[in-house]
């Protein structure tokens, strides 16, 4: 590894990016590295705009990976070279907002039914109950499951923000029903099959919910944050404010919630057309 490398990851490190975006921010200054061959304090800006358009017209790249090439490569000038000038004024792409194909009601009780593995199941649950992230979820502890008080306790949430979500009496009962014929050992709720001492992997979970969604005859690209997405939008058609959407979800930005107004489908047919008021005067 490289002085430069090191420097790098351990300032990301420093300033508390998760292991994934670490991985994902240097992957994208090596291959910015490689493109021109050169250690990137000989690059300049004119190669910064020539490698973004390399990503975008020959490598057809997406627009979201674009935009995280650019952020890693500014944080790279900006932070460790301390030459922001080489990035300054270079736009970040716009990321169009994708609109998720939500399960139905219906659908997500199939999904649950169909599940054989009950540490999976109550996984699913807990997911659409919560908002959780796939990652919060399985990094809780019994200790966060707060019955008392009603909430779960989010410890370990996204830029290590904690905060509390509500604990449904439904998914408490489930919760209890997991724990009686599971009798999870080690410090985790949800620990991994091999070693009780880790969680269960990230991509366990997105496995198996893809084999429950097959098994469901679920004609929809399903994952574990799709369940979240049903989660949010769900609360959304009850009235729920944003606000209380943004702290749930635990968004930094309540324009990231925002983006819930366009999948709420239950607020656009109970608005009354403008044809609809005129007639009924």
Sequence with gaps: MTPLRKQYIDHLFLRNYSSVT???YVRCV?????FFNKRPNLLFKNDVMAFLVNLRKVRKVGPASQK???????YLYTNIL????????IPYPKVPIPVPDLPTGKELLRLFEVTKDPKHEAIFKTLFATGLRVSEVIALQPRDIDSAAGLVHVRR???????????????LDDLRDYWRMVRPSGPWLFPG?????EHIAKSTVEGAIKRAAAAAQIQRHITPHTLRHAFAT??????VDLRTIQRLLGHSDIKTTQRYLHVSTARIR???SPLDTLLEE
């Design 270 to 272: 109970s608005t009354k």
């Design 22 to 24: 670490i991985g994902a």
């Design 157 to 171: 949430g996204k830029g290590y923000k904690p905060r509390s979500v509500m604990l449904s009496p439904w998914l």
């Design 193 to 197: 099959y091999s070693d009780p001492n």
């Design 82 to 89: 301390k030459t922001p000038e080489v990035t300054a004024g």
């Design 234 to 239: 769900g609360l959304l058609d009850n009235d």
């Design 30 to 34: 090596v291959a910015f590295a490689w």
């Design 68 to 74: 995280m090439h650019l952020a890693a490569i500014r």
